[in-house]
């Protein structure tokens, strides 16, 4: 795939006669094709007319009305449980009206719109099966752009047919009159990072995580939010207090020469995990670490911790989230909470709250390591994994032997990780099949 098109959303169409329907179905019924990211994800085999085609046949109204109703989730809504009803938004099977529409799932990590394509089977009653299967990132301005032309053209299509105030002018007006104020804005998107459709949220809950926003950061809100949803208050609330003791407190060594080297170094565009990648091999190599094991003592020495940060586990409560206070972007301390009980996990929450700090020049003080599938915690999580277990150290150590369980345990022992550690580094890397992880877990992952 050349540079030009792994990152592009293409949604053309032709229109098709339809003698029966309403006058919109008749109006807007064409053949539809997606292309993504290089993939033909419309692509078709049809049973009936024994063809296969790029295109799907169906209401080009219904896809524009859909992308226009779940504009906000989609595009500020990261993975979720995949209920039923993050499904309805983020996945085109689900907008029906009789019509079988690709397999096709999209959500938004804040640096990437995600889009799972995979093949359908097909019923008894269909006669055709969607053919495409895989998963790519897409640049949300393209995204963003090719959504927004789609529903124009099709708006421009409805009016020419005399159907001038149908529910997607109302939606679409709608939804471009609150893009472009500043302060509906903010609470449409933290209503979508929460789960909810607009005006689905409790107000009170909103107004009063915008105030929590003024003070901590946006980011450190829309983090948290999203991985809490209806408990984010009281998650933040919780992290605030326990974040407060600066006698459990790291400070990162040569904070101010490595965010110049960030500065001139680091490549926004790349994915987030390579992003992660980049910067722990850089202080790996300011403190001349090579690829050896970073043992506690030594993470107790490089960041001036207190050893009781890294021993003893606070009391949790009902947050588990770890988490980091700071003053600022510019300070080089951060206090610390990591209420978790697993030491090699408490190592790696740990370095992701230290990534975190020195990644991210932002106003946000609280920094959480959640499990949300956003691009802010795949990169902490991708720090965290190549400054305890480098890679280059990985394969040394793996060898040229066929690759078993035990080896990979063996490895995680030497470096003080996690097997799922080792394992997502391999996957990443390309050196072992992504079905070794879970479906969804291979991609939120890296």
């Known amino acids: 795939m050349n540079e030009e098109n792994k990152h592009e959303f293409k949604i053309d169409f032709d229109w098709l006669a339809r003698e029966s329907g309403s006058q919109c179905d008749k109006a807007t019924?064409?053949?539809?094709?997606?292309?993504?990211?290089?993939?033909?994800?419309?692509?078709?085999?049809?049973?009936?007319?024994?063809?296969?085609?790029?295109?799907f046949r169906a209401s080009a109204f219904d896809l524009a009305y859909w992308f226009a109703c779940n504009w906000w989730r989609l595009r500020w809504e990261s993975l979720g449980e995949a209920d039923a009803d993050w499904k309805m938004s983020h996945q085109l099977s689900g907008i029906g009206?009789?019509?079988?529409?690709?397999?096709?799932?999209?959500?938004?990590?804040?640096?990437?719109?995600?889009?799972?394509?995979?093949?359908?089977?097909?019923?008894?009653?269909?006669?055709?099966?969607?053919?495409?299967?895989?998963?790519?990132?897409?640049?949300?301005?393209?995204?963003?752009?090719?959504?927004?032309?789609?529903?124009?053209?099709?708006?421009?299509?409805?009016?020419?047919?005399?159907?001038?105030?149908?529910?997607?002018?109302?939606?679409?007006?709608?939804?471009?009159?609150?893009?472009?104020?500043?302060?509906?804005?903010?609470?449409?998107?933290?209503?979508?990072?929460?789960?909810?459709?607009?005006?689905?949220?409790?107000?009170?809950?909103?107004?009063?995580?915008?105030?929590?926003s003024a003070v901590l950061g946006s980011g450190s809100i829309e983090e948290i939010s999203s991985?809490?949803?209806?408990?984010?208050?009281?998650?933040?609330?919780?992290?605030?207090?326990?974040?407060?003791?600066?006698?459990?407190?790291?400070?990162?060594?040569?904070?101010?020469?490595?965010?110049?080297?960030?500065?001139?170094?680091?490549?926004?565009q790349d994915f987030p995990w390579q992003q992660g990648e980049f910067v722990a091999g850089m202080m790996r190599e300011a403190l001349n670490l090579g690829n050896e094991p970073v043992h506690d003592a030594t993470i107790n020495d490089i960041f001036s911790l207190p050893q009781q940060v890294m021993d003893n586990v606070p009391n949790a409560g009902q947050c588990p989230i770890s988490a980091g206070y700071r003053e600022g972007p510019a300070n080089d301390w951060v206090n610390l909470f990591l209420p978790v009980k697993v030491k090699t996990s408490r190592r790696f929450a740990f370095l992701r709250i230290i990534g975190d700090h020195l990644r991210y020049d932002t106003p946000d003080r609280l920094l959480a390591a959640t499990d949300a599938k956003t691009a802010r915690q795949k990169f902490q999580r991708s720090f965290a994994r190549e400054f305890l277990c480098p890679f280059k150290g990985l394969m040394k150590v793996l060898g040229n032997e066929p690759l078993t369980d035990?080896?990979?345990?063996?490895?995680?022992?030497?470096?003080?990780?996690?097997?799922?550690?080792?394992?997502?580094?391999?996957?990443?890397?390309?050196?072992?099949?992504?079905?070794?992880?879970?479906?969804?877990?291979?991609?939120?992952?890296?």
Not at 30 to 54: C, H, M, P, W, Y
Not at 101 to 129: A, F, Q
């Open 97 to 212: 009206n009789g019509y079988v529409w690709p397999n096709i799932t999209l959500y938004c990590d804040g640096h990437s719109m995600n889009v799972r394509s995979l093949k359908t089977h097909g019923h008894k009653i269909e006669s055709i099966r969607y053919l495409s299967d895989f998963f790519a990132g897409v640049n949300l301005k393209t995204f963003e752009n090719e959504v927004d032309n789609f529903i124009f053209s099709i708006i421009d299509r409805m009016n020419q047919q005399n159907l001038n105030n149908s529910n997607l002018h109302l939606v679409w007006k709608e939804v471009l009159k609150e893009r472009s104020q500043a302060d509906s804005y903010n609470w449409r998107k933290l209503e979508a990072i929460l789960g909810f459709d607009p005006d689905e949220a409790p107000k009170e809950l909103i107004t009063a995580l915008l105030e929590k």
């Open 29 to 55: 019924f064409a053949e539809i094709t997606l292309e993504i990211a290089g993939n033909i994800a419309s692509e078709v085999q049809d049973s009936f007319s024994k063809t296969t085609r790029k295109a």
């Open 227 to 268: 991985a809490t949803k209806i408990a984010a208050l009281e998650t933040i609330e919780t992290l605030q207090e326990n974040t407060s003791d600066v006698s459990k407190q790291a400070k990162i060594p040569y904070f101010s020469e490595l965010r110049k080297q960030l500065s001139k170094g680091l490549r926004t």
């Open 406 to 446: 035990a080896k990979i345990e063996e490895a995680a022992e030497y470096y003080g990780v996690s097997p799922l550690a080792v394992t997502t580094t391999l996957v990443n890397k390309g050196r072992i099949d992504r079905s070794q992880l879970e479906p969804w877990e291979c991609f939120f992952n890296r």
